[in-house]
């Protein structure tokens, strides 16, 4: 069955970085452009970054531009998200989504806590 299982979130001093991966399984996962996402406290989700089934075009949310990065290796069907000069607005519940065509999964999150 479709598996998404993220990892490496944890509490982090501003200023500070983490990465976040995200292993793949039950699906042709080089196929799927991947997402990362994200959701506050009593806020909507949000949309961080996108990478596309070979790795070649990433786009990322206004927020997050020149701090997040997210990177993919298909060889291990996981997507990876970079995160530096974290900020406490940047605490949240982070989720990686595979889509192609008509087909969306969502991993379970992993929470991302920037405090002092």
């Known amino acids: 069955q479709v598996q998404l299982v993220e990892s490496g979130g944890g509490l982090v001093q501003p200023g500070g970085s983490l990465r976040l991966s995200c292993a793949a399984s039950?699906?042709?996962?080089?196929?799927?452009?991947m997402s990362w996402y994200r959701q506050a406290p009593g806020k909507e989700r949000e949309w961080v970054a996108t990478?596309?089934?070979?790795?070649?075009?990433?786009n990322y949310g206004e927020s997050v531009k020149d701090r997040f990065t997210i990177s993919r290796e298909n060889a291990k069907n996981t997507v990876y998200l970079q995160m530096n000069s974290l900020k406490p607005e940047d605490t949240a519940v982070y989720y990686c989504?595979?889509?192609?065509?008509?087909?969306?999964?969502w991993g379970q999150g992993t929470q991302v806590t920037v405090s002092s």
């Open positions: 989504k595979a889509r192609f065509l008509l087909s969306e999964y």
């Open positions: 990478i596309t089934g070979d790795g070649g075009v990433a």
């Open positions: 039950g699906f042709t996962f080089r196929t799927y452009a």
